[in-house]
């Protein structure tokens, strides 16, 4: 059974915190992470994310990114990614 994590709009310092701490209650578990809602991506932010893609990466687990914001994917465009970058490569959804 998969655990859902809704991002939050600003993807910004203050909540680069609060999301790695909630990213790694969920360590050990197939997650789908939803972005519909976020409409900001800074570094911090995608830092995070893209720790958790590859920690999931490392333990065999499925990290899935649902429904990605407008927003968010010219934002992470900007950066050379696609929301793809943010899913597990293993990932079987």
Same mark, same amino acid.
């Given at each position: 059974?998969?655990?859902?994590?809704?991002?939050?709009?600003?993807?910004?310092?203050?909540a680069?915190?609060?999301?790695?701490?909630?990213?790694?209650?969920?360590?050990?578990?197939?997650?789908r992470?939803?972005?519909?809602?976020?409409?900001?991506?800074?570094?911090?932010?995608?830092?995070? @994310? @893209?720790?958790?893609?590859?920690?999931?990466?490392?333990?065999?687990?499925?990290?899935?990114?649902?429904?990605?914001?407008?927003?968010?994917?010219?934002? @992470?465009? @900007?950066?050379?990614?696609?929301?793809?970058?943010?899913?597990?490569s293993?990932?079987?959804?």
């Amino acid at each position: 059974m998969s655990a859902e994590l809704a991002l939050p709009a600003r993807l910004d310092l203050p909540a680069a915190k609060p999301l790695a701490e909630d990213i790694i209650a969920l360590r050990g578990k197939d997650i789908r992470v939803v972005a519909s809602d976020v409409t900001h991506l800074g570094t911090p932010g995608l830092q995070v @994310l @893209l720790a958790a893609v590859r920690s999931w990466e490392a333990d065999g687990k499925t990290l899935s990114f649902s429904d990605p914001s407008d927003s968010l994917t010219e934002q @992470l465009a @900007l950066c050379g990614l696609s929301p793809e970058a943010l899913s597990t490569s293993t990932q079987e959804v």
